[in-house]
């Protein structure tokens, strides 16, 4: 009988998700513990340590060889696309920003009944020079 052997642990169930498919599009069985637990609550995921990627011990050796090259990679690849510059003072401190233009138009939504129609602006904050400007389409 296999023996279970816990690769990694995650904090975010989006990441441990994402390993598992790596390991899973490879052939490789995996079992995600604490997945439900540690995904309603975050300090649950703190307590127990995470969501741990288990995999059986005769698989081990290859999971954690292919962890450590495409989930790296795509995780940084992943981060490189996402990064967005200040247009005034180039800092990569930005977070997106997304909401309805003014209370009145919320009111106005609201009550119309025409939810699907209604496009939210998407828009960015510089956490270093506090500008607001409109997002490129993302």
Not at 10 to 36: C, R, S
Not at 38 to 58: F, N, Q, R
Not at 107 to 135: A, E, H, V
Request: hydrophobic share 35%.
């Amino acid at each position: 009988m296999a023996k279970p052997i816990v690769l990694r642990s995650f904090l975010n169930p989006n990441d441990a998700q994402f390993a598992k498919l790596i390991l899973e599009d490879a052939g490789i069985p995996v079992y995600l513990y604490d997945e439900q637990t540690s995904g309603s609550t975050v300090s649950y995921s703190y307590a127990l340590g995470g969501i741990k990627i288990v995999v059986p011990d005769h698989f081990a050796e290859s999971a954690l060889e292919i962890l450590n090259t495409d989930f790296e990679e795509s995780t940084k690849q992943r981060a490189e696309e996402e990064s967005i510059e200040c247009p005034k003072c180039n800092s990569t401190q930005v977070y997106k920003k997304s909401g309805y233009t003014s209370f009145i138009e919320l009111i106005l939504f609201f009550f119309s009944g025409i939810f699907f129609m209604y496009k939210k602006q998407t828009k960015y904050k510089c956490r270093t020079c506090k500008y607001i400007w409109q997002g490129y389409g993302k």
